[in-house]
Antibody
Framework: QVQLVQSGSELKKPGASVKVSCKASGYTFTSYAMNWVRQAPGQGLEWMGWINTNTGNPTYAQGFTGRFVFSLDTSVSTAYLQISSLKAEDTAVYYC???????????????WGKGTTVTVSS | QSVLTQPPSVSGAPGQRVTISCTGS?????????VHWYQQLPGTAPKLLIY???NRPSGVPDRFSGSKSGTSASLAISGLQAEDEADYYC????????????FGGGTKLTVL
């Protein structure tokens, strides 16, 4: 069955970096783009951006440029989110979600990972 | 502030029908872009509930329905059940600098 398996929870100190993985199975990885979505504690969903799994080209939402990097390893059908120079306000659950739709204006997220909790605390 | 506006909370008794609104503008819903809805049960990941304004993925009960008109969209849940208690989010495309993918702020549904 189609699924996205994310890496486990992370506890990091301010200033450190973290890399979250999202391993896809049950479908052809490069046929669907991948979104990343953040959910801060008690807050709503926030779209971080997406990565074209065919070309590796990332698109970042406003507010997620500079410290946030999307990458891929297509040999193991895995997408990654790396966050550098972590701040307390980066504490959140980070979700990967498969994108459905041929063009961005039609994009929606039909399969979600279970989420990875990143806690930033000294 | 979310680009798409949802009521923070709605409630209803078992068996009743509730609706959740999602209000946008001329740069998103009003421009004709589709609206999609997600259900997030407590402590779990979001799940696709409605796509393309009114389509249900396989496995989603027909108690859930979606519609769109003008700059707004709505999610209706009929025959409310206790297990429907969750957060609901709308999502669309926005052609302004806010986009391109935007979510509503979410609505907490309480089953009384």
């Amino acid at each position: 069955q189609v699924q996205l398996v994310q890496s486990g929870s992370e506890l990091k100190k301010p200033g450190a970096s973290v890399k979250v993985s999202c391993k896809a199975s049950g479908y052809t990885f490069t046929s669907y783009a991948m979104n990343w979505v953040r959910q801060a504690p008690g807050q709503g969903l926030e779209w971080m951006g997406w990565i074209n799994t065919n070309t590796g080209n990332p698109t970042y939402a406003q507010g997620f440029t500079g410290r946030f990097v999307f990458s891929l390893d297509t040999s193991v059908s895995t997408a990654y989110l790396q966050i550098s120079s972590l701040k307390a306000e980066d504490t959140a659950v980070y979700y990967c979600a498969r994108v459905w739709g041929p063009v961005v204006s039609e994009h929606y997220m039909d399969v979600w990972g279970k989420g990875t909790t990143v806690t930033v605390s000294s | 502030q979310s680009v798409l506006t949802q009521p923070p909370s709605v409630s209803g008794a078992p068996g009743q029908r509730v609706t959740i609104s999602c209000t946008g503008s001329s740069s998103n819903i009003g421009a004709g872009y589709d609206v999609h809805w997600y259900q997030q049960l407590p402590g779990t990941a979001p799940k696709l509930l409605i796509y393309g304004n009114s389509n249900r993925p396989s496995g989603v009960p027909d108690r859930f329905s979606g519609s769109k008109s003008g700059t707004s969209a709505s999610l209706a849940i009929s025959g409310l059940q206790a297990e429907d208690e969750a957060d609901y989010y709308c999502q669309s495309y926005d052609s302004s600098l806010s986009g391109p993918v935007v979510f509503g702020g979410g609505t907490k549904l309480t089953v009384l």
